[in-house]
């Protein structure tokens, strides 16, 4: 497949050669007539495509008629409001993650790692429903499945025995939250998350929402265990809004230990200023990618499936006003969670670093209207094509059959 009259990242314009799923040849482009499996670029920007790794599609209301938001205060109150609605949506659960992950597709997202919620109340419902979805759509993109303790793992007996069955059933990550805040006894609540990721051979992703020194001290926990068990590259921290809080010299030794232990960070593009600097991290090598978080669900009203929208949001809580950090707020949306996903992708290597669009690539690309990257972000056009593992998934917002 050719295609042609494209921008890579916003550069001149150029015909880009796909052969096996992979860039082979990125060529100047010359004015000929589209015809057989070409694409038509038409001038747009080609960028990689984008990567949600911090999405929560077992709670998706997305395409559902808006409803008053309810959630009292508090991780715990959330999660109880999430428990007394989400069987009563308008349409079953399975039919809600499907549609959810059709239509951030359809924007450009082909690499997703969701959350699956596992507890005593929804059992393993939330998360038979996410691994569904993951199977239609595995032709459109690469999904990882988390298995998640929302609501903690020592609060309610047989959690732990779910999320185990989980790991049993193919979950690809086990997620811990809030060790200290929620189950107030860290150590046993990452002793039992470490040790099945141990077990089972999967990754680590700590949902951390703590506060101040609060959340250092469950972070420095998280990398004891990280160093000893030889975990480098497998453990990820999500949120961690408070990590910058406390002191500069906190920030700047837990960026050096991330980067020493390849603990990579998920942001959901927060609305706080104690997180750690974005642009410290990247500079630093640590592997960090965006996520929408919830959409449109019973936490939030907030999250559309659309990663270009919360790329916007990136560059706007963080104060970019400057081409460089808006474009890297842009890497991090796309190549930088594609580096939490795989090993095998390229990670951001400091703030003018634009990988993903160089020969041998994967061929994991969207083509979007705008002048330059940055225009792009803050336009947010809709004219755009989607391809993953080098064949069109989706063309003007819609998903294609393969």
């Given at each position: 497949m050719l295609?042609?009259?494209?921008?890579?990242?916003?550069?001149?314009?150029?015909?880009?050669?796909?052969?096996?799923?992979?860039?082979?040849?990125?060529?100047?482009?010359?004015?000929?007539?589209?015809?057989?499996?070409?694409?038509?670029?038409?001038?747009?920007?080609?960028?990689p495509s984008f990567s949600d790794v911090h999405v929560h599609l077992d709670s998706t209301r997305i395409g559902l008629p808006f409803r008053e938001h309810t959630g009292a205060p508090g991780v715990w109150g959330m999660m109880m409001n999430d428990r007394e609605n989400w069987r009563n949506a308008e349409i079953d659960l399975p039919t809600r993650v499907a549609g959810?992950?059709?239509?951030?597709?359809?924007?450009?997202?082909?690499?997703?790692?969701?959350?699956?919620?596992?507890?005593?109340d929804c059992k393993l419902e939330k998360f038979d429903a996410v691994i569904a979805a993951k199977e239609k759509f595995a032709g459109h993109a690469d999904v990882q499945v988390m298995t998640f303790p929302q609501a903690g793992i020592l609060r309610e007996e047989g959690t732990v025995e779910y999320l185990e069955e989980?790991?049993?059933?193919?979950?690809?990550?086990?997620?811990?939250?809030?060790?200290?805040?929620?189950?107030?006894?860290?150590a046993k609540h990452l002793d039992i998350v470490f040790g099945l990721a141990e077990k089972y051979q999967v990754e680590v992703d700590i949902h951390l929402h703590e506060p101040g020194a609060l959340g250092v001290?469950?972070?420095?926990?998280?990398?004891?265990?990280?160093?000893?068990?030889?975990?480098?590259?497998?453990?990820?921290?999500?949120?961690?809004?408070?990590?910058?809080?406390?002191?500069?010299?906190?920030?700047?030794?837990?960026?050096?230990?991330?980067?020493?232990?390849?603990?990579?960070?998920?942001?959901?593009?927060?609305?706080?200023?104690?997180?750690?600097?974005?642009?410290?991290?990247v500079e630093a090598g640590v592997r960090i990618g965006l996520g929408q978080d919830g959409q449109r669900?019973?936490?939030?009203?907030?999250?559309?499936t659309d990663m270009l929208d919360r790329t916007w949001q990136l560059a706007f809580t963080n104060g970019f006003r400057r081409d460089d950090h808006i474009e890297m707020a842009?890497?991090?949306?796309?190549?930088?969670?594609?580096?939490?996903?795989?090993?095998?992708?390229?990670?951001?290597?400091?703030?003018?670093?634009?990988?993903?669009?160089?020969?041998?690539?994967?061929?994991?690309?969207?083509?979007?209207?705008?002048?330059?990257?940055?225009?792009?972000?803050?336009?947010r056009g809709v004219d755009r094509l989607v391809m993953?593992?080098?064949?069109?998934?989706?063309?003007?917002?819609?998903?294609?059959?393969?």
């Open positions: 295609i042609r009259d494209v921008r890579p990242w916003g550069g001149s314009a150029s015909d880009v050669l796909i052969e096996d799923g992979r860039i082979t040849r990125i060529l100047p482009h010359e004015e000929a007539p589209v015809s057989g499996d070409d694409v038509d670029g038409r001038g747009r920007l080609l960028l959810t992950l059709e239509r951030m597709i359809a924007r450009g997202t082909t690499r997703v790692r969701s959350y699956a919620q596992v507890d005593v989980s790991l049993k059933q193919g979950a690809d990550v086990i997620g811990g939250i809030d060790p200290s805040q929620l189950d107030r006894d860290p001290f469950s972070t420095e926990l998280v990398m004891e265990r990280t160093r000893a068990l030889g975990m480098q590259g497998k453990v990820t921290m999500s949120h961690a809004y408070e990590l910058g809080s406390v002191s500069e010299a906190t920030s700047r030794r837990l960026i050096e230990e991330f980067a020493e232990l390849d603990i990579s960070m998920a942001t959901v593009a927060p609305s706080t200023s104690n997180q750690l600097s974005l642009v410290q991290l669900d019973y936490w939030s009203p907030y999250g559309n842009l890497a991090v949306a796309t190549m930088g969670g594609a580096s939490i996903m795989s090993a095998s992708s390229p990670r951001l290597k400091g703030v003018d670093d634009r990988p993903g669009l160089a020969v041998g690539d994967r061929a994991d690309l969207v083509l979007v209207d705008g002048e330059t990257p940055t225009s792009a972000v803050m336009d993953h593992d080098g064949r069109v998934v989706a063309d003007g917002l819609r998903v294609l059959a393969l």
